[in-house]
């Protein structure tokens, strides 16, 4: 469609062509746009040249597309975020709604193929164009812009009027840094910013330097949503307010620092992991929010099917061996081991953990920092714990061959071990651990189960639908079709509840193996992740797919999710 609009007759011509306007009337409209800026559509209609709805209709005939009244038109909020309203302005467009993957923008300017391309790259959507007019379309965006602008404003005044109080602040070792960096605003923007997310229920804020602009986004639900653009000129001091408050050196601008910050909400105190680096454009800051009131440790509640819940609670209770989760970045790892531990945190056992960092303080728990900088590795860790007389050992993530072998050795004298490693599922964190260099035998007697696990985003039950599939789609997401008519599928709408995303809240995928007697042979013959997975399903466990389509006909999650997540 771009392609074609290119090479489309000019609107001047197109009006003139259609006996709207004379040529001495383009000529005094194209005069008027050129002093004072303004697009001539604008410029015609604030003249009283033409009627706007004049020069909709005649678009939408030339190029076949819907024209629409803007003035009868309400947009959502959550529709305008997809487009900055820097972009909006510039490219003289307004998002009017969403509909699965395909975003409707309004144009005055239909045959503009490289906005569209534009709106394509920096939405990640696909745009269908419609046609509005001129005058209107700046009025609505201006109106609309302001509006969300405002709405920040009240947002930040309302978060301001709370009681929020950094619990730890640093020393400022760089007054002129320091001065610019307590400025009120500045303070006021950054409480702003961490209350809102908090609120929000955000796991990740990320503030980003460009050359032209400064953004920032929240990580909700697993996906990233665009909430900010401060004034650039704020980009030195919002960066030094961050840093004093995690502790960090505000005249270092070349290397990546890792710090923390504990804010006191009323009576919660929240801690956030803080991680900046140097990008070309200034200093990139992503801040972790580890907020204990929303860390659920029940296991029974994060989705495990019947057997798998079983088979885990009967590995850790066992008194030595192994259990370790797999998973990507993010997947949840930690908290399944924190909910592990404190199913056996009991005032019987010495519970030792090494982790990198400690993401939460849990009462009855050693929990040890690594720090590979002074020679605190998770290898020199987990060699102290042994002469620390401990039950329970847990050790955040096993990276190499010194690791692996303390850990199997621990395992193997009585101790139960608790790890992560990040391989795609499972079966094939047994061929990893072996292709580290543990012996095969080693890691058939040591291991008692593997849980490979993935977050996905739950449908929002304030807008859910059932909804179908054509054949073909179901093929493209690995599905048998006899099966396929089976099962029920959902989606979310999208409502004022979920932000128009259509999901709310995450869930779990998990594949839990449980190291049967089978199993350990064929791990002492080097059975091959195939031979190994293929024992494990006919032994009854669910793979990763299996457990993401019984959620999708249960209704938790969408099947994109599942296919976005999981292989066949």
Same mark, same amino acid.
């Given at each position: 469609?771009?392609?074609?609009?290119?090479?489309?007759?000019?609107?001047?011509?197109?009006?003139?062509?259609?006996?709207?306007?004379?040529?001495?009337?383009?000529?005094?409209?194209?005069?008027?746009?050129?002093?004072?800026?303004?697009?001539?559509?604008?410029?015609?209609?604030?003249?009283?040249?033409?009627?706007?709805?004049?020069?909709?209709?005649?678009?939408?005939?030339?190029?076949?597309?819907?024209?629409?009244?803007?003035?009868?038109?309400?947009?959502?909020?959550?529709?305008?975020?997809?487009?900055?309203?820097?972009?909006?302005?510039?490219?003289?467009?307004?998002?009017?709604?969403?509909?699965?993957?395909?975003?409707?923008?309004?144009?005055?300017?239909?045959?503009?193929?490289?906005?569209?391309?534009?709106?394509?790259?920096?939405?990640?959507?696909?745009?269908?164009?419609?046609?509005?007019?001129?005058?209107?379309?700046?009025? %609505?965006?201006? !109106?609309?812009?302001?509006?969300?602008?405002?709405?920040?404003?009240?947002?930040? !005044?309302?978060?301001?009027?709370?009681?929020?109080?950094?619990?730890?602040?640093?020393?400022?070792?760089?007054?002129?840094?320091?001065?610019?960096?307590?400025?009120?605003?500045?303070?006021?923007?950054?409480?702003?910013?961490?209350?809102?997310?908090?609120?929000?229920?955000?796991?990740?804020?990320? =503030?980003?330097?460009?050359?032209?602009?400064?953004?920032?986004?929240?990580?909700?639900?697993?996906?990233?949503?665009?909430?900010?653009?401060?004034?650039?000129?704020?980009?030195?001091?919002?960066?030094?307010?961050?840093?004093?408050?995690?502790?960090?050196?505000?005249?270092?601008?070349?290397?990546?620092?890792?710090?923390?910050?504990?804010?006191?909400?009323?009576?919660?105190?929240?801690?956030?992991?803080?991680?900046?680096?140097?990008?070309?454009?200034?200093?990139?800051?992503?801040?972790?929010?580890?907020?204990?009131?929303?860390?659920?440790?029940?296991?029974?509640?994060?989705?495990?099917?019947?057997?798998?819940?079983?088979?885990?609670?009967?590995?850790?209770?066992?008194?030595?061996?192994?259990?370790?989760?797999?998973?990507?970045?993010?997947?949840?790892? #930690?908290?399944?081991?924190?909910?592990?531990?404190? %199913?056996?945190?009991?005032?019987?056992?010495? =519970?030792?953990?090494?982790?990198?960092?400690?993401?939460? +303080?849990?009462?009855?728990? +050693?929990?040890?920092?690594?720090?590979?900088?002074?020679?605190?590795?998770?290898?020199?860790?987990?060699?102290?714990?042994?002469?620390?007389?401990?039950?329970?050992?847990?050790?955040?993530?096993?990276?190499? =061959?010194? #690791?692996?072998?303390?850990?199997?050795?621990?395992?193997? #004298?009585?101790?139960?071990?608790?790890?992560?490693?990040?391989?795609?599922?499972?079966?094939?964190?047994?061929?990893?651990?072996?292709?580290?260099?543990?012996?095969?035998?080693?890691?058939?007697?040591?291991?008692?189960?593997?849980?490979? %696990?993935?977050?996905?985003?739950? =449908?929002?039950?304030?807008?859910?639908?059932?909804?179908? $599939?054509?054949?073909?789609?179901?093929?493209?997401?690995?599905?048998?079709?006899?099966?396929?008519?089976?099962?029920?599928?959902? !989606?979310?709408?999208?409502?004022?509840?979920?932000?128009?995303?259509?999901?709310?809240?995450?869930?779990?995928? $998990?594949?839990?193996?449980?190291?049967?007697?089978?199993?350990? %042979?064929?791990?002492?013959?080097?059975?091959?992740?195939?031979?190994?997975?293929?024992?494990?399903?006919?032994?009854?466990?669910?793979?990763?797919?299996?457990?993401?389509?019984? !959620?999708? +006909?249960?209704?938790?999650?969408?099947?994109?999710?599942?296919?976005?997540?999981?292989?066949?």
């Amino acid at each position: 469609m771009a392609t074609a609009a290119k090479t489309a007759p000019r609107l001047g011509d197109l009006l003139v062509k259609e006996g709207l306007i004379s040529p001495d009337q383009l000529n005094e409209a194209l005069s008027e746009g050129r002093s004072t800026g303004m697009r001539l559509g604008y410029c015609l209609v604030k003249m009283g040249m033409v009627q706007e709805v004049e020069i909709t209709k005649m678009l939408a005939r030339q190029f076949r597309l819907p024209a629409v009244d803007l003035s009868r038109f309400e947009v959502n909020e959550a529709i305008l975020k997809l487009v900055p309203s820097d972009v909006a302005v510039k490219h003289h467009v307004l998002p009017l709604k969403r509909e699965g993957r395909t975003l409707t923008v309004a144009m005055a300017d239909p045959k503009d193929g490289a906005t569209i391309d534009d709106l394509k790259f920096i939405t990640r959507y696909d745009i269908f164009p419609v046609i509005a007019g001129d005058y209107t379309l700046k009025n %609505q965006i201006e !109106k609309y812009y302001e509006q969300t602008e405002a709405q920040l404003e009240n947002i930040l !005044k309302d978060i301001e009027e709370e009681d929020v109080e950094v619990v730890e602040d640093a020393d400022d070792d760089d007054q002129g840094a320091g001065d610019l960096a307590d400025d009120a605003p500045v303070v006021k923007l950054i409480n702003g910013i961490l209350t809102d997310a908090v609120k929000r229920g955000v796991s990740d804020i990320h =503030i980003e330097p460009f050359e032209h602009e400064y953004r920032v986004r929240y990580r909700l639900d697993g996906a990233l949503m665009e909430v900010m653009q401060p004034p650039v000129k704020l980009k030195a001091a919002i960066t030094s307010r961050v840093k004093i408050m995690s502790s960090l050196n505000i005249a270092e601008r070349r290397v990546p620092q890792d710090g923390r910050i504990k804010l006191k909400m009323g009576k919660k105190v929240i801690d956030f992991r803080v991680s900046t680096l140097p990008v070309i454009f200034g200093e990139k800051i992503v801040m972790r929010i580890l907020d204990k009131g929303n860390l659920t440790l029940d296991l029974k509640t994060f989705g495990f099917a019947p057997k798998a819940e079983k088979d885990l609670l009967r590995a850790i209770a066992n008194p030595f061996g192994m259990c370790l989760v797999t998973g990507p970045t993010g997947s949840g790892k #930690t908290t399944t081991l924190y909910s592990c531990l404190s %199913q056996v945190n009991n005032i019987d056992v010495n =519970i030792m953990t090494a982790e990198d960092p400690v993401e939460y +303080n849990i009462h009855g728990i +050693n929990q040890v920092l690594v720090r590979n900088e002074v020679g605190m590795t998770f290898a020199a860790a987990l060699k102290a714990f042994l002469r620390q007389d401990p039950n329970i050992i847990m050790v955040g993530e096993i990276r190499d =061959i010194e #690791t692996g072998g303390i850990a199997i050795k621990a395992a193997l #004298t009585g101790h139960m071990v608790l790890s992560t490693l990040h391989t795609n599922d499972a079966p094939s964190t047994i061929t990893r651990m072996i292709d580290m260099g543990i012996e095969p035998f080693n890691v058939s007697s040591a291991v008692n189960i593997i849980v490979a %696990q993935r977050l996905i985003r739950r =449908i929002c039950k304030s807008c859910k639908v059932e909804r179908t $599939y054509e054949d073909d789609e179901l093929l493209a997401a690995g599905l048998d079709l006899e099966e396929a008519r089976k099962m029920k599928f959902y !989606k979310g709408e999208g409502c004022d509840e979920c932000g128009n995303s259509g999901y709310k809240g995450r869930a779990g995928l $998990y594949e839990v193996m449980d190291i049967s007697p089978k199993i350990r %042979q064929m791990i002492l013959r080097g059975a091959s992740t195939d031979e190994l997975s293929e024992l494990a399903v006919e032994e009854g466990m669910l793979t990763l797919r299996m457990d993401g389509l019984n !959620k999708v +006909n249960d209704g938790i999650t969408s099947l994109e999710e599942v296919a976005k997540e999981t292989a066949e």
